[in-house]
């Protein structure tokens, strides 16, 4: 009996410790990616060290964006030329809000300050903050492989190009029955005239 008990006792505290020092595992692969993610952020997004993109990217990576790219893959030199893209036309005055991570994910909701220098940069992006939140799936080898990018574009200038664009198209449609009414009306007096 005391035999059983010590046994039981052997393999609960070994148990433990299994379970503490796997925690302890899960807990640090957790931080070391959302440290990842937010060297990737102060690298490109914050400061202009675009060229570091390989330090954070898998040299191809899944892509989940709003719009067209979604389950795209795309090289790793995306991810510089859209940085770079938005550094050659203003400045970022960006922060990190909070992180949380999960496994290989690292979910981090950040706003972007962005102030255009150039006509393209005020005419594409607009100056303003915008909230974003990215997911992050990140490999063994530390590099990212895959981003969900979710951006609250309704806080953007962007809103008033969808309004604008929606706006022309409804005039075009409601001015071809316009144009049909007035070929008719010019018809009829012909017509009438006669």
Known sequence: MKQTMLLLALVGMWMNSYSQSDSLVIQNRQDRNKEIARNFYQDLWFTDNTDNYTEYVADTYVVHDIGDRKGATEPAVEQKNIADFFWDNGNWDSKVNYQIAEGDLVATRWEATYDPSTFTGN?????????????????????????????????????????????????????????????????LKAVRKQ
């Open 123 to 187: 005419f594409l992006i607009g100056e303003g903050t915008i909230p974003i939140i990215n997911v992050f799936r990140i490999n063994d080898e530390g590099k990212i492989v895959e981003i969900w990018n979710h951006r609250h574009d309704i806080d953007t200038p962007r809103t008033m190009q969808f309004t604008i664009k929606g706006l022309l198209i409804g005039l075009l449609i409601a001015l071809i029955p316009t144009l049909i009414a007035f070929r008719l009306k010019r018809k």
